[in-house]
């Protein structure tokens, strides 16, 4: 198995995709108008998988050491006070108030993203070209990359990598009615009579 000795990149155990925007760019409704969309996904990590975390811990420690070494974030800021891109599940989203939902219990959730298209494949390394086997709910392993910014605030944020899917699972999102419920009963609307 190949390795780096890159320190803050990681590559994650068995995690389940959230919010998974891999196969085209994506750009929030709530983003500002000067952002572009990226590829992105949100990570729910078992919190069983203390290796992961503890692969991530180290790694945003060494983005920031990095980022104050080379200037980015100003020097005497608290690593540890840093924002990150790492939450608990268990408790409240960014805004300090909002609850993340149902399938974020027992888990962290991890927000990555990238300009560039990550590279999706199968267990057997083969690129996966179907567009509807790569979804929200799947399973994968994930390379990250972190790094610090200093923009419109500073913090420590996640580059997306490479994702090998990994397992099937329930999709995640809101629930769509079938096209028979919709369509194939009897009560057929007419607005013109």
């Known amino acids: 198995m190949a390795t780096t000795n890159n320190p803050t990149h990681v590559v994650t155990g068995k995690v389940r995709l959230s919010y998974a925007h891999l196969t ?7 983003a500002d108008e ?14 069983a998988d203390t290796v992961t975390k503890a692969k991530i811990d180290a790694a945003i420690k060494a983005a920031g050491e990095k980022a104050l070494a080379n200037g980015k974030i100003k020097k005497g800021t608290p690593i540890d006070k840093l ?3 790492i939450w608990d599940g268990d408790g409240f989203k960014a ?16 927000s990555a993203s990238s300009m560039d298209q990550p590279k999706v494949v199968d267990l057997g390394l083969n690129p996966i070209l179907d567009s509807t086997e790569i979804y929200s709910g799947m399973w ?19 580059g997306l990598g490479n994702v090998q899917k990994v397992a099937d699972d329930e999709p995640l999102g809101a ?19």
Do not use: H, Q
């Not at 805004?95 to 027992?106: A, S």
């Open 24 to 30: 085209a760019p994506y750009k929030s409704k709530l």
């Open 175 to 193: 629930e769509r009615a079938s096209v028979e419920s919709d369509f194939g009963g009897d009560d057929e609307y007419d607005p013109l009579g």
């Open 83 to 85: 924002p990150t891109p």
């Open 34 to 47: 000067n952002d572009k969309a990226k590829y992105s996904v949100t990570l729910l990590i078992p919190k």
């Open 95 to 110: 805004d300090g108030y909002t609850p993340f939902g149902p399938e974020c219990k027992g888990m962290w959730v991890l």
């Open 140 to 158: 994968a392993r994930v390379g990250l990359d972190f790094y610090g910014y200093n923009n419109r605030k500073m913090g420590i944020g996640c």
